[in-house]
């Protein structure tokens, strides 16, 4: 017997290291079609083409599932030469793989306006019921821009469940265990040894396995790092002190004991990295009242680390809730933790949060 999920993950898994190869292309062009969004965040070529080719091998294999995805295709429609800056980098992407190519991702996209279609596929309102996947084709966008870590993610949640989550890092080491520094938060490429993709599917483990361009490599098993002594422990955050308070996070960790200065990244390489020990603990503390987390940011990166044996909830101790729409609208923040620390950390994080 196939176990669950298994094909799930199999297309999941081609389809973001296609995208991922889409996304390393433009990653090397100094002009990335940059523009900005109504809220003012960045959006690139990448971003756009790496949506259409997801989207694209899921519609191949499950056309009756739901889509939650970032990007939208209005601004695309109303700019012909950004979108044949897209279509050239969506007809050209292939994996080197020609079999799993059209066996498994379906083959090419039909022309420039089908591919506009496919990002406007992406406009499911999520919720608790149903099989519904969440795409977030670049995370970290301006830490793509700025040359630091960025993720393609892509996750299957089934009745506001995450099932299957998966995570490609073009940036990331390759080896597990190199551990977490400051430098792989900052200035970054996909050179020799760099890229890895992390997978989890519910109830069977995180695993982790080189990106590559080839035929998939057999991944293997990855898991927090025990932690006894939280003197030597290490947390990461983001870059942005937009996106996550930092001075409250150095707070807390002075609190806990942690010695060591924070990791900053952009992305959810954060919880990949976490998930397989190169990194202990990540904070993400709410810079406003009103931001909602959005689910795309966090689906994958929660599964892959609560498989990994983690615990992932918000400032408060809730788990994240995906099955409310687009944003998690029920959080606050996000604190992701070996299982066995978790409640320490959360303690303190409401004494620092509750000064307030
Ligand atoms: N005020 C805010 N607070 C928290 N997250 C925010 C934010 N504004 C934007 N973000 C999200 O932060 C994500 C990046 O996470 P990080 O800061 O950990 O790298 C962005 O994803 P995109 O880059 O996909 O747009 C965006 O959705
Ligand atoms: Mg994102
Ligand atoms: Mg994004
Ligand atoms: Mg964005």
Known sequence: MTSPYAKELEVAQLAVQRAALLTKRVFHEKAKGTVSKDDKSPVTVGDFGAQALIISALQANFPADE?????????????PSLRDQIWEHVRSTRLDDAASEEAVLGGAVKDAEAMLDLIGQGNSQGGARGRIWAIDPIDGTKG????????????????GDVKVGVLGCPNLPVNDSAALTADIGANQTDDEGRGVIFSAVIGQGATSRPLGSGALAKGQKISMKPITDLSSASFCESVEAGHSNQSESAQIAQKLGITKPSVRMDSQAKYGSIARGAGDIYLRLPTSKTYQEKIWDHAAGDLIVREAGGQVTDTTGSRLDFSVGRTLASNRGVIA????????????????????
Do not use: N, T, W
């Open 337 to 356: 933790a070996p299982a066995a620390i978790h409640s320490q950390v959360i303690k303190v994080v409401q004494e620092v949060l509750g000064q307030k």
């Open 67 to 79: 889509i939650v995805a970032e990007e939208e295709s209005a601004q695309l429609r109303a700019d």
């Open 144 to 159: 793509f821009l700025r040359g630091g870590q960025y993720a393609v993610c892509l996750a299957l949640m089934v009745d």
